[in-house]
C-alpha cells in the first residue's frame, strides 16, 4: 500500500498528513493539522485533532477522539471508546485553548476498552491500561495499571504476557510467550538486552 485508504464517509480535511497504509474507517474525522505515520488504522467514528501526531502501525478502535497535545508513538493501542482529555479543569463558558496539558503515549503502549487518561501524563513503553481505568498520573515502561484512579498491579512484557514479577520488590522475570528477560530495579522495569 503506497497511499493511505480513506472510506468514502470519512473527512480528511487539506494539511492533514497520513502515511502509507494508513486505512481512515467510515465516519471518522482527521483534522488538518495531524499527523500520522504509516501503516495506522483509525476506527470507526474516529476524531483526531490537529496537534496530534500519531507514530507508525497504530491502531485506534472505533469511537476513540485524540485531541489536541497528544503525541502518540509507534505501535501503540488504543481500544474501543477508550478516552483522551486536553484540559485539566474545564468549562463551557470559559475558553481554555492555552491552558492544553500536553499527553504522551510511549512506544508499544496499550489502552483497554472504555479506559481515561486525564491529561497531563506519560504512559511509558509497552505498559497496559486496562478496560475502564483512569489514569491520573504517570505510567512507568512496562506497568500494568488497573482501577479508579489506576493503580499499579504488575509488569507486563512487550508481547502482552504478565510477568511473574513480585509487586513493590525487586526481581527478574521472563516472558512465558518470548522467553524475554527483565529485571526491575527499584520499581524501574527493563529489558534486559533492549535493542529498542
Known amino acids: 500500500m503506497d497511499q493511505a485508504i480513506i472510506e468514502p464517509s470519512a473527512i480528511v480535511d487539506p494539511g492533514a498528513i497520513l502515511g502509507p497504509g494508513t486505512r481512515v474507517w467510515h465516519f471518522s474525522h482527521v483534522c488538518g493539522g495531524a ?11 474516529v476524531f483526531i485533532g490537529n496537534e496530534v501526531r500519531i507514530g507508525d502501525r497504530c491502531k485506534i478502535q472505533n469511537n ?3 485531541y489536541d497535545a497528544v503525541t502518540i508513538e509507534d505501535e501503540v493501542f488504543c481500544g474501543p471508546s477508550m478516552v483522551f482529555t486536553n484540559v485539566w479543569n474545564p468549562r ?6 492555552d491552558a492544553y496539558r500536553p499527553t504522551l503515549v510511549r512506544r508499544g503502549a496499550s489502552i483497554g476498552a472504555n479506559a481515561t487518561i486525564v ?8 505498559a497496559f ?7 491520573t498520573r504517570d505510567v512507568p515502561d512496562f506497568a500494568l495499571m488497573a482501577g479508579v484512579p489506576a ?10 504476557e504478565r ?13 512465558p510467550h518470548t522467553g524475554e528477560r527483565y529485571q526491575v530495579r527499584g520499581g524501574v522495569c527493563r529489558l534486559l538486552d533492549d535493542s529498542l
Open 119 to 126: 491529561c497531563g501524563v506519560t504512559i511509558g513503553r509497552y
Open 151 to 160: 493503580r499499579q498491579t504488575g509488569w507486563i512484557g512487550r508481547h502482552g
Open 163 to 175: 510477568l511473574a514479577l513480585p509487586g513493590g520488590a525487586d526481581g527478574d522475570a521472563a516472558c
Open 92 to 97: 463551557a463558558a470559559i475558553a481554555r485553548k
Open 64 to 66: 476513540v477522539s485524540v
Open 35 to 45: 499527523r500520522i505515520g504509516a501503516g495506522c488504522s483509525l476506527g470507526q467514528n
Open 129 to 135: 491500561i486496562a478496560a475502564g481505568a483512569v489514569v
